[in-house]
Structure formats: structure tokens, C-alpha cells
């Protein structure tokens, strides 16, 4: 193997070549690294579409997508009578055969969300986040290691690591499995911890974890058998501590939390196939039921425990109040997809790729080990320019942090700030924008400047004296000012009667 981890392209695999995610050689010691966060602003993602982390989950993905389409029975196949030629895989199928692997790792999902009953959320309004949920999470990553070790086989754990590398398969994993739960700092979940999960699944494909069987059997059982008991653990977080949407484009976004199950649903209801067939670009099982019946609360209702689309859409009616159009456009806006499921498939995909694995918020947090390498693959090609690497801030080094090349984002300088028409103050001259000042005004110091108009009443005069033609107008009475003497009464009847009464 050149590349371990990389897609397959042996004999082995199927005759339509779709790309597997490899298995590392167990002979063969690995260096392992702690995982760690790389992507520090917008300008990293194209990067991280470029490394060879993107190649590998994208590679996992297709192939437990693919796994989730009904199956097309060859003639040796059938059992029952010819015309039962479809098999496909319904949540608690009796169809599906689970792997010692995949049922200690769902007893895992299982455990963990018994767990919760010993963190009860405390009492008290509040909008989003119980702060319980950091008491669960402590529990968890305190018996993280013995529970790893309990429901995931110890040859996986025990990898072989190359001499000098201090870290170890068990570190790698119990990374992405702790981040797939949601953040006990921010108390909110989303699409970003939903990735993370995916990652430990495949980084526990990548390290011989699951059995390797035909058709893609037991990467179906790995979404029916652990994923959708994740989901479920995911769901009763959400309710009892009240966890708050992460990365979330409220209304316009598909979901609050969630993504991949509507990958997964969407391909239960697809056209069956055969293993040696191409994957269908539109159409659907013939009994599947129709895209638009989402907005039925009651279509909704008998399918959500058969089908991971129609679950999700369940939690969503759980939660949120009021029309589906409303609480929900996006999804609604895809219900009216004429071309069927496999064309709302496809479209998911492409979909996950740019509004999560593309979308900054969502991915900053991912964490980069070895499984999920940083390094460039040296055959991606380069993505278009997007969003969120040209409306980024630029990237600087401050001095102040004391750590050569650490990426800040630092403040705009004066010069990039200050307006098109600013110049030097040594520059003011001519071409200076002309002041704002009345048109009598002149500049300070010129001879000839005229004063400012007077402002004075139009009787005012210089200050000479009153006299004839000169100063204020009298304010005085009209009556003439006799001293000693209290001016005429306005109201003579009752100032004679007050002189009467005093002469008597």
C-alpha cells in the first residue's frame, strides 16, 4: 500500500470500481498524532478541501451511503417467490445482520445515554443549555477509556505504533468520539459534532474495526446498528439539557442539528440496485412514499420509525410548532422534488459538501490527527473560490502574542481605515476637499477678511449714550414715573374704597 488509508482500488472490490476507504495493514507499525484543531479562519478551509482528511471522509461516506440502497436480488439470491427480486433496509429490518463489532459499539450508544439519568438537568428557566450537560460529559470522559475498551475489540486499540511515536489508536479515536457529543463549553450541538462521529467510525473501519463482508453488508449495519442509535442519543441531549443548535442557519438552514440521516434516508427510498450497477441519478422504490408527504404530520408519524429521512423529520415535528413550510423552507422546498429520492440523494451530497464540510463555522472545530490527516492529497483538485476564503480577515502575526507565526486576526490600520478623500495634515493644500464654512468667512490671519454680519436688533446702535435717535428704548411704564408716588391703579373703584377705609 503506498498510501494507507487511501481509497482501494484492488481486484476485490466491486466490478463498478466505487471507491472503499482502505484498512491499515496491521503488520505495518503507524505513526499516530494527537489530534489537533488546524483550520483557524476562513482562508484554511480550501485546505482542508484540498487534504487528504476530505478525501477520506468523502470516501466513507459514499460508501456507507451506497450501502443504504435497496438491493436487487440476483436469481441465486432469491429465496421466496421470483417476483421478490428488492430488498431494502428498514430501521429494526429483521433483514439486517449485525456483527459482533457493530453490536458492542451500538451497546456503546446504548450505555452512554443510560448515563444521562445520572446527570439530571437541574431545575430553573433558561433558554438554551442546562448546564447539567457538563456533569454528563464529565462522566463520559472520565469512563471513556474503560468504556472503550469494553465495546471496541483491544487489537483496534492496541494498533501498532512506530517506536519513537508516544501516541497511541486509542487516543486518535477517543478524540472524535468525545467531540461528537456536543460542546460542553458553548452547550449546543450540530452538523460539526455529527462529523466527528463520523470520523471515529471511520477511523475504527480504517483500523480493522468492522468485519469485511459482501454488498456492503456491514456498512449497513454500521448506519442501522450505531449510527441511529447515536442519533438517538443525540436526540434525548437535545431535549433533556436543552442543547442549543450549533453553526445553525435558523430557518434557511436544512436542519438545526442534524444532516446526515436525511443522506442516509434519502437512499432507503432509491431505485434498487445490483453490485455491479451504477447508482441511479433519479427515481424511487416503487412503494416508497412521496417526497411531499413530510409536510403530513401523519405520513410522518408512520414512517419516521422505518425510515432515517422520515425520523428526522419526526424529531423536527417534536420540537418546533407551527407549519411545516414555515419552521422548515428548505426541507419543504425539497419536498417538491419530481425526479424521486435518488435525485434528492444526489442532491444531499452535494449539499453536505458545501453547507457543512465548506462552511467554516461548521469544520473550524474538526480536529486533525493521522487517520484524518492534515497532509495534502496530491491529486485533489484545487476547490473554486467560495465565501468563506475571500470575505475573511486577513491573516497577521502579533508580535505581542509572543509566538512567532500564530494566526490572528488583527485590527484594520489607521491608513486602511480612513476615508478615500483623508490626506496628511501636511498635505491640506488646494487640493484639500473646501471647508464647510459660511460664505462670509475667511481663513484666520487674512487681512481682508470682512466680519461676521451683526446680529443685533435693528433699533441696537453703537454704544454712545441714550439720548435722542441713540441706545435701547425705554422699557419704562406709560405712565409718567412720579417718585415716591404708587403708579395709578388700573382698578380705581376699589383703590378709593381702600382710601376710605384707611382715613377712617
Given at each position: ?45 480550501p485546505a482542508f478541501l484540498t487534504s487528504k482528511a476530505y478525501d477520506r471522509i468523502m470516501t466513507f461516506l459514499f460508501q456507507v451511503n451506497e450501502a443504504m440502497y435497496p438491493h436487487l436480488l440476483d436469481d441465486e439470491e432469491q429465496q421466496g417467490p421470483k417476483s421478490a427480486t428488492v430488498e431494502q433496509w428498514e430501521l429494526n429490518g429483521l433483514n439486517v445482520k449485525f456483527s459482533d463489532a457493530v453490536v458492542k ?400
Amino acid at each position: 500500500m503506498t498510501d494507507q488509508g487511501s481509497r482501494t482500488t484492488d481486484a476485490s472490490k466491486s466490478s463498478t470500481s466505487r471507491p472503499e476507504l482502505d484498512i491499515l495493514d496491521p503488520t505495518v507499525p503507524h505513526a499516530f498524532a494527537s489530534p489537533a484543531k488546524r483550520i483557524n479562519e476562513g482562508h484554511d478551509v480550501p485546505a482542508f478541501l484540498t487534504s487528504k482528511a476530505y478525501d477520506r471522509i468523502m470516501t466513507f461516506l459514499f460508501q456507507v451511503n451506497e450501502a443504504m440502497y435497496p438491493h436487487l436480488l440476483d436469481d441465486e439470491e432469491q429465496q421466496g417467490p421470483k417476483s421478490a427480486t428488492v430488498e431494502q433496509w428498514e430501521l429494526n429490518g429483521l433483514n439486517v445482520k449485525f456483527s459482533d463489532a457493530v453490536v458492542k459499539l451500538g451497546g456503546l450508544m446504548h450505555k452512554l445515554e443510560a448515563m444521562i439519568d445520572e446527570a439530571p438537568p437541574e431545575s430553573g428557566p433558561r433558554r438554551f443549555g442546562n448546564v447539567s450537560f457538563r456533569k454528563w460529559y464529565q462522566l463520559v470522559e472520565s469512563r471513556l477509556p474503560r468504556l472503550l475498551r469494553d465495546h471496541i475489540d483491544p487489537f483496534v486499540l492496541a494498533f501498532k505504533t512506530q517506536e519513537e511515536n508516544t501516541t497511541t489508536a486509542e487516543e486518535e479515536l477517543s478524540a472524535y468520539l468525545l467531540g461528537s457529543f456536543g460542546s460542553p463549553q458553548r452547550l449546543d450541538y450540530g452538523t460539526g459534532h455529527e462529523l466527528s462521529f463520523l470520523a471515529f467510525l471511520g477511523g475504527t473501519w480504517m483500523l480493522g474495526g468492522f468485519s469485511r463482508r459482501a454488498d456492503g453488508e456491514e456498512e449497513r449495519s454500521i448506519v442501522l446498528g450505531i449510527f441511529e442509535p447515536y442519533l438517538h442519543l443525540i436526540r434525548r441531549l437535545i431535549q433533556v439539557y436543552n442543547l442549543e443548535p450549533a453553526g445553525s442557519h435558523g430557518v434557511w438552514g436544512l436542519d438545526d442539528h442534524s444532516f446526515l440521516p436525511y443522506i442516509f434516508g434519502s437512499a432507503q427510498y432509491c431505485p434498487a440496485v445490483s453490485s455491479t450497477e451504477p447508482l441511479p441519478q433519479t427515481g424511487s422504490l416503487p412503494d416508497a412514499p412521496d417526497p411531499a408527504d413530510v409536510a403530513k404530520a401523519n405520513v410522518v408519524a408512520e414512517y419516521r420509525d422505518r425510515n432515517m429521512y422520515f425520523g428526522a423529520v419526526g424529531f423536527i415535528y417534536d420540537v418546533k410548532k407551527g407549519p411545516f413550510w414555515e419552521h422548515s423552507p428548505i426541507l419543504f422546498d425539497i419536498s417538491g422534488v419530481r425526479a424521486g429520492w435518488a435525485k434528492i440523494n444526489k442532491g444531499m451530497i452535494k449539499m453536505y459538501n458545501a453547507e457543512v464540510l465548506s462552511k467554516f463555522p461548521v469544520v473550524q472545530h474538526f480536529p486533525f490527527g493521522s487517520l484524518f490527516s492534515w497532509d495534502q492529497d496530491p491529486n485533489a483538485a484545487r476547490p473554486p473560490p467560495s465565501s468563506n476564503s475571500t470575505h475573511q480577515p486577513s491573516t497577521r502575526s502579533d508580535p505581542e502574542l509572543g509566538q512567532p507565526g500564530s494566526t490572528v486576526s488583527a485590527p484594520l490600520t489607521q491608513e486602511e481605515t480612513k476615508a478615500p478623500w483623508a490626506k496628511p495634515p501636511a498635505a491640506a493644500s488646494a487640493a484639500s476637499v473646501p471647508m464647510s464654512a459660511a460664505p462670509w468667512a475667511k481663513m484666520a490671519g487674512d487681512a481682508t477678511a470682512a466680519t461676521l454680519p451683526t446680529t443685533a436688533a435693528p433699533w441696537a446702535r453703537p454704544d454712545v449714550g441714550r439720548g435722542a435717535g441713540g441706545g435701547i428704548p425705554s422699557t419704562a411704564a406709560p405712565w409718567p414715573s412720579q417718585a415716591g408716588k404708587a403708579p395709578p391703579s388700573m382698578f380705581p373703584r376699589a383703590a378709593d374704597a381702600r382710601r376710605s377705609k384707611d382715613e377712617r
